[in-house]
């Protein structure tokens, strides 16, 4: 026997963002998919933080860290400052914290 899905089906597909908005949401949960990523977006949700003190923390060398900061800075997860010749980098909203916040909260529980 069949169900009837037609009013349900209705009021999800009105709801339904585009397959192009739908895609970049679906690569923004691949960029949070690299553990080397998430490190760098977990120390820098503590407090900002320049490329030098990120690869110490990490034991990874500037060129690895500053390649993973492009890809964030991308996706506009991570933003930065320059002070004189450092650049300090920090998550770029509240919105990425709360990402990473409810993610682990997710985990823990």
């Known amino acids: 026997m069949a169900h009837d899905h037609s009013t349900l089906l209705e009021h999800i597909r009105q709801d339904m963002p585009t397959d192009e908005l739908l895609q970049d949401l679906g690569d923004l949960f691949k960029i949070f998919g690299d553990t080397t990523r998430i490190k760098i977006m977990y120390a820098l949700y503590e407090d900002e ?39 300090y980098y920090h998550l770029s909203d509240e919105h990425v914290k709360s990402i990473i916040a409810q993610g682990y909260e997710h985990l823990t529980e």
Not at 60 to 85: D, E, F, P, W, Y
């Open 49 to 87: 933080m320049c490329v030098c003190a990120i690869a110490e923390l990490l034991g990874m060398t500037q060129s690895a860290i500053s390649h993973q900061l492009k890809t964030l800075k991308s996706a506009n997860l991570v933003a930065s400052r320059r002070s004189g010749k450092t650049i």
